[in-house]
Nanobody, 129 residues
Framework: VQLQASGGGLVQAGDSLRLSCAAS????????MAWFRQAPGKEREFVAA??????????YHAGSVKGRFTISRGNVENTVYLQMNNLKPEDTAVYYC?????????????????????WGQGTLVTVSS
């Protein structure tokens, strides 16, 4: 499975962007997918995740983006989006999408990069003040 992230760009504070993460390869049935971001000189940090547990879907967002960012899955099952509204300069980072394919993670594991066994290449989001 390969993940391809896209949709980044240069925007002004208060603007919106929608990032996409498309999967290709063999049949794609992840147990969870997430967006992380990494700003220059900082560690990769959790942004948002979706977890499938039987017929239920849970979404989880970092406190710093709650109410502004929303993770969702498209009608095409192999695509996950991150809708980002009211962007702030501190949201500037490379955004990565990840997928959990081999195990069903517990919720607390969603916040950790080591949980994810497939990553996209990242897309740069730059927010100017």
């Amino acid at each position: 499975v390969q993940l391809q992230a896209s949709g980044g760009g240069l925007v002004q504070a208060g603007d919106s962007l929608r990032l996409s993460c498309a999967a290709s390869g063999r049949t794609f049935r992840p147990n969870a997918m997430a967006w992380f971001r990494q700003a220059p000189g900082k560690e990769r940090e959790f942004v948002a995740a979706m977890r499938w547990n039987g017929g239920n879907v849970g979404t989880y967002h970092a406190g710093s983006v709650k109410g502004r960012f929303t993770i969702s899955r498209g009608n095409v099952e192999n695509t996950v989006y991150l809708q980002m509204n009211n962007l702030k300069p501190e949201d500037t980072a490379v955004y990565y999408c990840g997928a959990v394919l081999r195990v069903r993670p517990i919720v607390s594991a969603l916040y950790t990069t080591s949980t994810y066994d497939s990553w996209g290449q990242g897309t740069l989001v730059t927010v100017s003040s």
